[in-house]
């Protein structure tokens, strides 16, 4: 099958590498051309395991191109996806769609033969609507579908979840037609167990937002959960096993920690508030949701002030900034509104992070390592839960005092013979004790 990709980001490049790996001959497109040249020599543009090897095993074979040439691309597909980002408007809350509709406005000038469209962004119900009247004002009904194909990898466990998905949703209004090609692609997940689920185009549109959004109230509940347990003295770990081991709720997204973050929860949360405002449908559940969440960002600012005491000049050193583990995305990461209010109390912030070196924290100092971070600071703060941060080298502060504050949980409270480290933690008991 021929298929081509437009957006070579977190999801058009894993899912366009992904598809060739899977036999098919795909074509990424992007307009960044700096992306695209890196690609071809093999430089990948995110940090993403495993990724790398992918991409230049299948370019290798010829079964997957990278190219700015957007018409010829379109033309040479059968299927094209549409994996452009979707971010957050101006306004703040409603996603933009310009990118969508500009490409929309692309396919319309390029389709030589029939095919279908794949809607892969995260886009509001009707979205595939207004596609189909933008390619339809230049094309033939006959020529084109516009179908719903929403993905729901997760960044740093992408190419597991794209090749073992729970389920794949495909919403067309045309099933009949566009099924059997949507199936094929999709045979080898298909066939490792995965779901298929056929509905229509809105459904499957709303099924992403439901689903973003039902995660992100599972990780908020928890928190707020987390804040109670640090009142009543309860174990917020304990409770998440008690609750996470009835089928009815699942142990999964009940881990207290920081904010949720990242570049979609955030963002969709949002939009579907949006959404609910356009078809005149309150959201109160997520408004709520977006409300707490926001909350806690500040919240946890406060107890790291707490912590110091008198914040002025002291070092805080981060280990991870990324919104989780296994990435280097910074879009709507927790620290990003935690930083301000530290330093505006005067607080000196560090930070490492495996997946390197931020733009975005240009003022703050970045160190190469955990125990740079370790050895420089009167408050250690875990923000990431990074596989190294589970085995951090204590070892080496052996004669000075210093506080760690695991907002991951990472730790067990008492598990510190270190009698210089003050541990705290994330809903836990013993917080504010010694370890
Ligand atoms: N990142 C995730 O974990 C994730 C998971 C599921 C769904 N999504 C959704 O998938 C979509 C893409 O997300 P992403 O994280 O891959 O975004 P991204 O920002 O990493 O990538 C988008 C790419 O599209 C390119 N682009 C934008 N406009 C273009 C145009 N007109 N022509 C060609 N290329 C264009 C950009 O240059 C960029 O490389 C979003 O709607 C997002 O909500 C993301």
Redesign the pocket.
Known sequence: MNICF???????LVSGVLFSDFGNNVIC????KK?IENLKKGIIPIFEPTLDELVKRNYKSKRLHFTTD?HKAIKDSDIVFI????PSAKDGVSADLK?VY??AKVIAQNINKYKIIVI???VPVCTGDEVEKIIKKKNSISKFDVVSNP?????GEAIRDFRYPDRVVVGSNNLKKIRPALEKIYEPIIKKGAKFLTTTRRSSELIKYAANAFLATKITFINEIANLCEQVGSNVDDIASGIGTDARIGSRFLRAGPAYGG??FPKDTKALTMIGNKFKTEMSVVTSVIKSNEKRKSLLADKILKILGNPKNKKVGFLGVTFKANTDDMRDTQCLKIFPKLLKKGVKISYYDPSGEKKELKRLSCKKNSNEILTNSDLVVIHTEWDEFRSLNFSKIKSKKLKIFDMRNLYQPNSFSNKNIVYYSIGRPFYEKKA
């Open positions: 437009i957006g070579t980001g977190y999801v058009g497109v992007d307009n960044d992306k957007i994996a452009v980002g979707t990118n500009a490409v892969k962004s995260t993905e729901f990898l997760r960044e570049s979609c």
